[in-house]
């Protein structure tokens, strides 16, 4: 079955540090890959989507020069965390698909283990 | 704006019972409404998709509803264990596809 993973799946740093994450698609080929933040207790919440070699889509409230997206190839996407602080703590998940999600919504999504981002 | 609402409140069943999970949704029309399984610390895992035009749908033992009038669904695990303790995601997604909506999610404890 379609897996992908996700490296490290925990860091801590220090405050003003950037942090780099790698969702990796293992054995299919990710058109479009998505990146969640989740807090404790709460719901996923969609930061960005991306295409292979395309510029991600960020949502509304999501500073793009801070959460830094690089969709590099179609088994690989970077969510790298510049100058962290503590308020950005929280689990960081990746999801990927196959298919475009515009042209085909019944597209299954394949969800990354999640890396646990602590800021200090 | 678009609102899921899961009962925040655990539930606890016996093993052996059907465990019964909510989903309401408000200023939404879904075309797709999914449930996955998320374990503490892990990803989601996805368990069923449901489309709007159908009512009910199986899954060995679960089973999930449809009733976009009440704007809700329901998941049922029958015989329940407790390896099926878990986080349970509702999930909503429209027409166009491009993005989907997660609920916060109802905590599932099974005791032996």
């Known amino acids: 079955g379609a897996v992908v993973s996700q490296h490290p799946s925990w860091v801590i740093c220090k405050s003003g540090t950037s942090v780099k994450i790698e969702c990796r698609s293992l054995d299919f080929q990710a058109t479009t890959m998505f990146w969640y933040r989740q807090f404790p207790k709460q719901s996923l919440m969609l930061m960005a989507t991306s295409n292979e070699g395309s510029k991600a889509t960020y949502e509304q409230g999501v500073e793009k020069d801070k959460f830094l997206i690089n969709h590099a190839s179609l088994t690989l996407s970077t969510l790298t965390v510049t100058s962290a602080h503590p308020e950005d703590s929280s689990f960081y998940i990746c999801?990927?698909?196959?298919?475009?999600?515009?042209?085909?919504?019944?597209?299954?999504?394949?969800f990354g283990p999640g890396t646990r981002l602590t800021v200090t | 704006s678009q609102k899921i609402e899961q009962n925040s409140e655990a539930l606890n069943i016996q093993e052996g019972k059907t465990a019964t999970l909510t989903c309401n949704y408000t200023n939404y029309s879904p075309a797709y409404l999914q449930w996955y399984r998320q374990d503490p610390g892990r990803g989601p895992v996805f368990l069923l998709l449901i489309r709007e035009n159908e009512k009910e749908k199986r899954k060995e033992r679960l089973k999930v509803t449809f009733d976009t009038t009440l704007k809700q669904s329901l998941f049922h695990i029958t015989a329940s264990q407790p390896a099926d303790s878990a986080t349970y995601l509702c999930?909503?997604?429209?027409?166009?596809?491009?993005?989907?909506?997660f609920g916060a999610g109802t905590r599932l404890f099974v005791k032996a």
């Open positions: 999801s990927a698909t196959e298919e475009e999600p515009g042209l085909a919504a019944s597209y299954e999504q394949y």
């Open positions: 999930a909503l997604r429209n027409t166009g596809g491009f993005k989907t909506i």
